[in-house]
């Protein structure tokens, strides 16, 4: 995503850089974690026309996992950058001891 793109992301709707497939995935995302009322039945005719019934599963899901992992950090006061994937943090004592953690591919 370029620069431009990403500082005309929350007025996407209005913005010509965001294709219609994207500004229906965006609403979509909205819908998802903001306001649910509105995915109403025009919206889902969009969402259909733009993706198939597996793909809309798919960015359902990443959209709500990824939110609700942003929440559950959240909540657990952890800052951005503070708890990265090259460390051995929250992981079970005996998975650091044995090293195992940094044997696995990234």
Do not use: C
């Amino acid at each position: 995503m370029t620069e431009e793109k990403y500082a005309e992301l929350l007025n996407f709707e209005d913005s010509p850089r965001f294709s219609e497939k994207e500004k229906v995935a965006l609403t979509y995302t909205s819908a998802i974690i903001w306001n649910a009322s509105i995915a109403d039945e025009s919206l889902w005719e969009k969402l259909h026309h733009h993706f198939t019934e597996p793909e809309l599963v798919e960015l359902g899901s990443f959209v709500a996992l990824t939110f609700g992992q942003q929440r559950w950090i959240k909540t657990l006061g952890i800052g951005h950058g503070e708890v990265l994937g090259d460390t051995s943090a929250g992981l079970r004592q005996e998975t650091v001891e044995a090293g195992a953690w940094q044997d696995e591919p990234r």
